[in-house]
């Protein structure tokens, strides 16, 4: 099996290193991946400026690693797909993001947004993240084969071509897993604050602040039962089309005056 | 009624301001968007850098126009809404963007991220872009009467907070608009090609090419209807949970291992 693994912490980030090396285990895996860190980067591409891509070699082996890309994890995608692999994959997996990406944060991330992007190309495609807790040395080996796993199972069912996946894994220092959970998406608001300050010119500007708490998830959903310490899967799609309003609309007058 | 008005195209684009002139035909109008063009970032969000804020006036009589923020179009949604603005705005409109926002480009634009922000917010929010056509010269104020129109059908039918929508208006060199049409995104993918160089130093880099064609599209869809001469409108939501997958996800058996 063909696996592309991407992410959007780099591809020098630590947890996109402990997955390839948990899903070499089932398969050949190849990496197209930003240079840089691309987190909240949501589905991003690149019109204005070109894409340098550059070859990356493990650093035990000096064995081919992948591409760094200087661009968006979506660009890595479309790049991977339509340039630099030389066979389709069987696989895409995105990750293992620093951080959870469950509720709306699905919409700002560049993790999913990679996997997304591969399955705008009929591709078959995981994200998964690990939930980052301030404080807590991340256990990436330990995440990764939980990730590798879920993956497993997923790939068991045999996914029809261009099913799309978010896993999500919860701190693993909090006490151990309980198990794994199939999850709708929360789709209620986070609260957030800004820090505003002053430059030494007199200029206003504003720090997003580190606080994006979701205070009243919706009962079972990807965020509560992460919270609860389920390793959470959600099947998604990307047709955002709202039906029951499309419905209603469809009853709606419309003119247009000159 | 108060209307804040964001883009991603950045506050000093021509279709903004044309909006900005329409909009004013019903309510009060203030505008928090990019300082710069920020298009197909998508829902990215500014965690690394401060968001520095400018406040803009009307070239022609020096009134406050609004706040440039340099960030994203999400941003901007954020600042508005949690900083910027004294009072909470009845209405959020995004655009008048240059190029259309239909099928997966709805993903991966920041016109509509900016409206979806708003939607997690519980505003209703409308998106509106111009389809864009190469070597014609796009007429601003008239496709902005036409999206205040549309603006103004669809707030005469008091939508639930929170509702949110895709407009879409075709070229209009095109031998005028045929009508308004309620449409669901097309899901199909679009072809794309990369234009691959070396640089002076020897290394490769990829240009995004402009050509990117929905080739085989749904019929009765945003892209097929807008192809057709129509203005589109999609009612849109942004819980990416695949339902019929979900149903189907909750018999399959996991398990963990250690």
Redesign the interface.
């Known amino acids: 099996m063909r696996i592309l693994l991407t992410n959007d912490d780099g591809i020098y980030a630590p947890g996109l290193r402990a997955l390839r090396r948990e899903l070499m285990k089932i398969g050949e895996v190849i990496v197209v991946a930003p240079a840089t ?1 691309q ?10 400026t ?5 070859e990356v070699f493990d650093d035990a082996d000096q064995s081919f690693l992948g591409w760094a890309v200087e661009g968006r994890p ?2 890595c995608m ?2 991977a797909l ?2 630099l692999l030389t066979e389709p994959p069987d696989l895409i997996v995105s990750g293992l993001n620093a951080g959870s990406n469950a509720g ?1 944060n ?3 991330s ?1 993790t999913v ?1 990679a996997a ?1 992007e591969a399955a ?3 591709h078959t495609a995981i994200a998964c993240s690990l939930e980052y807790t301030k404080n807590a040395r991340l256990d990436w080996p330990k995440a990764a084969d ?1 990730a590798r ?2 993956v497993e ?1 997923i790939l068991a ?1 045999s996914p029809a071509k261009g ?2 996946f978010n896993v999500n894994i919860p701190p693993l220092e909090r006490g151990g ?1 309980k ?2 959970r ?1 999850m ?2 929360n ?1 209620s ?2 609260e ?3 820090d ?2 002053t ?1 030494p010119r007199g ?6 602040s580190p606080e994006f708490v979701c205070h009243e998830p919706h009962p079972d959903t990807d965020v509560t039962a992460l919270a609860e310490g389920f ?1 959470t ?11 029951p ?2 419905a209603e ?2 009853n ?6 000159e």
């Not at 987190?39 to 204005?48: F, I």
């Not at 899967?233 to 039906?243: A, G, H, Y």
């Not at 709606?252 to 005056?257: A, D, S, V």
């Open positions: 860190e987190s909240a980067t949501g589905h991003s591409v690149t019109l204005l070109p894409l340098l891509v550059t979506a660009d479309k790049l339509l340039e709306i699905v919409l700002y560049g947004a997304i705008f190309y009929r939980y796993q879920v199972q069912h099913s799309l897993v198990g794994i199939v709708p998406q789709v608001v986070y957030e604050k800004f505003r300050r430059n200029r206003t500007y504003f720090w997003t390793i899967v959600t099947p998604l799609q990307f047709d955002l089309t709202n039906r309003m499309l609309m469809g709606w007058q419309w003119g247009l005056g």
